[in-house]
């Protein structure tokens, strides 16, 4: 073997060990790369749904009917979006709201009776926030594994 073709299989093994180190480097650069961009759409979602929370509160406090904010909730989320019980335009909430975790405005509504009481997301995913959530966010299912469905966007306690 010459000393040529020596150097030419040592260039191809760095080569090979390069190429090795960059798939390494790239797939952790993806790793970090899907957890940020989880954590800004669980921040979009905590958002919506503090939307969502405060629309339902402000509801329940714009009832004619009621004393003291502890009117009906609403029956549908339309509701929010246009009052039907005032005889003038008010609006709780801008719009419907897609879920930043499924991509569709397809969340699902927790209801005491027939008035809804708050709404969760779709997404099984598991959380990467479970501590130090704001107060109009409930969580069930185990400490550590809770899910984004478990996440109930509610009103705020009194």
């Known amino acids: 073997m010459t000393r040529r073709q020596r150097q030419a ?3 191809y093994l760095l080569m090979l060990f390069a190429v090795a180190a960059l798939g390494l480097g790239l797939a952790r650069f993806g790793t970090l790369w899907a957890t940020q961009a989880q954590r800004e759409r669980e921040a979009e979602l905590l958002f919506i749904g ?7 509160s402000r509801y329940r406090a714009a009832d004619p009917g009621a004393g003291g904010g502890s009117g009906e909730g609403p029956r549908a989320l339309r509701d929010l979006l246009l009052d039907p019980r005032q005889p003038f335009v008010l609006r709780h909430l801008r719009r419907l709201y897609r879920d930043p975790m499924t991509g569709e405005a397809d969340w699902i509504v927790e209801r005491q009776g027939e008035q809804i009481v708050g709404i ?19 969580v069930g299912g185990a400490a550590g594994e809770a899910r984004y469905a478990d996440w109930l966007f509610r009103e705020e306690p009194r």
């Open 9 to 11: 299989g040592a260039t």
């Open 50 to 56: 503090g939307e969502f929370a405060r629309a339902i």
């Open 120 to 138: 969760r997301s779709r997404s099984t995913r598991v959380a990467l926030r479970s501590a130090a959530l704001p107060a109009w966010v409930s």
